[in-house]
């Protein structure tokens, strides 16, 4: 059973709506991640969740009980901010205490609770520093700390990492997903990076125009996007267009301008209904006509543009369907103006709405 739920929300600034019949479940213990563009409405639903605004329509739940009009000062959630919004004439130990006393709890729990989450954070020696005297990484995990602390219902994060240097996210995002297991606490964590959520989530949303396009595993999400705005967002930039489609069990036969191809049904895919494909550079297959026969699934071309990556060089394959972009391994590289043939494995085709 799910332990937030959110029904057909509705939010609107000056009458233009934000999110408009949104509909969410999060499961008891878990991480779901919002991804999106900006504007796709995911730091909005994260405001919505914890009280800083309020649905036009519908309702959000919360354990069994109704949350849609408890003001943010009763809900007993922890907020981790992307500015981090330390005190900065307060130490860390005071920081993290802050919210306690607020709560008017004992000196002695105070204590004892603050301890334990510096303990959790990492931040054990660090106590008496003051925020300027901290580094990035540090002074998000007092960050996270404080949210902690007051033992909340539910982790809210917005952009947590935004801040900080290609390295320090990568780190700070292992230490957020340690402590959200350690804990076991219930989270719900924004952000527009897609290697970040993927990394650190049960789930991921996507979100476009105020909808979720896909929820799924991340894994799933990776490998078959159901929409094309899905598969455009994660790294699938080939698409063709079908004319039309047959199925025969678990093998979809499809034509393209004159071309056959097959795509299936199945290994987790899940009913693929589209009429438009979708394959990521690396999955495309690029060889002369002594590597790759025609038929199936394959498309005579000419390299249009070749560009050198590193480890691999890229290609842009101009064919009868349209151009394709194709990354290769190899020590000899095509030429422009080379005649090649693309194979489009099909276990690597996905089929999107």
Do not use: W
Request: net charge neutral; with cysteine; glycine share 8%.
């Amino acid at each position: 059973m799910a332990m937030l739920t959110l029904e057909n929300i509705a939010v609107a600034y000056d009458q233009q709506y934000i999110l408009k019949d949104f509909n969410l479940s999060v499961e008891k213990g878990s991480l779901i991640s919002l991804l999106g563009p900006s504007g796709c409405g995911k730091t909005t639903t994260l405001r919505l969740i914890a009280g800083f605004l309020e649905a036009k329509d519908g309702r959000f739940t919360l354990n069994g009980k109704d949350y849609t009009r408890v003001p943010v000062n009763k809900r007993n959630f922890g907020f981790v901010f992307q500015s981090y919004a330390l005190f900065p004439h307060l130490s860390v130990y005071d920081n993290v205490a802050f919210g306690l006393r607020l709560r008017k709890v004992s000196k002695a729990d105070i204590d004892r609770r603050v301890r334990k989450m510096l303990e959790v954070a990492n931040l054990i020696g660090f106590e008496q520093r003051f925020p300027k005297e901290l580094s990035g990484g540090q002074r998000q995990r007092v960050a996270i700390a404080r949210a902690l602390v007051i033992e909340p219902d539910l982790l809210l994060f917005d952009e947590p990492l935004s801040n900080l240097d290609a390295n320090l996210r990568v780190n700070m995002r292992v230490e957020i997903r340690r402590i959200q297991q350690e804990l076991g606490i219930t989270t719900v964590y924004v952000s527009h990076d897609q290697e970040e959520c993927f990394s650190i989530s049960d789930q991921v949303a996507i979100m476009n125009k105020g909808i979720i396009e896909q929820l799924d595993a991340p894994s799933t999400i990776f490998k078959y996007p159901k929409t094309e705005f899905v598969a455009r967002f994660i790294g699938f930039n080939n698409f063709i267009s079908f004319d039309n489609r047959q199925e025969d069990g678990r093998e979809i036969q499809l034509q393209a301008g004159g071309h056959s191809f097959l795509a299936i049904q199945g290994e987790g895919r899940g009913a693929q209904q589209g009429l438009k494909g979708a394959i990521r550079p690396d999955d495309l297959k690029l060889g002369t006509s002594d590597d790759i026969d025609l038929g199936a699934n394959v498309l005579p071309g000419r390299v249009k543009v070749s560009t050198f990556l590193g480890r691999s060089y890229q290609y842009v394959v101009e064919t009868e369907l349209g151009d394709f972009t194709v990354n290769k391994e190899m020590e000899q590289p095509y030429v422009s103006g080379q005649e090649v043939r693309v194979l489009f494995p099909v276990e690597k085709l996905i089929l999107v709405e």
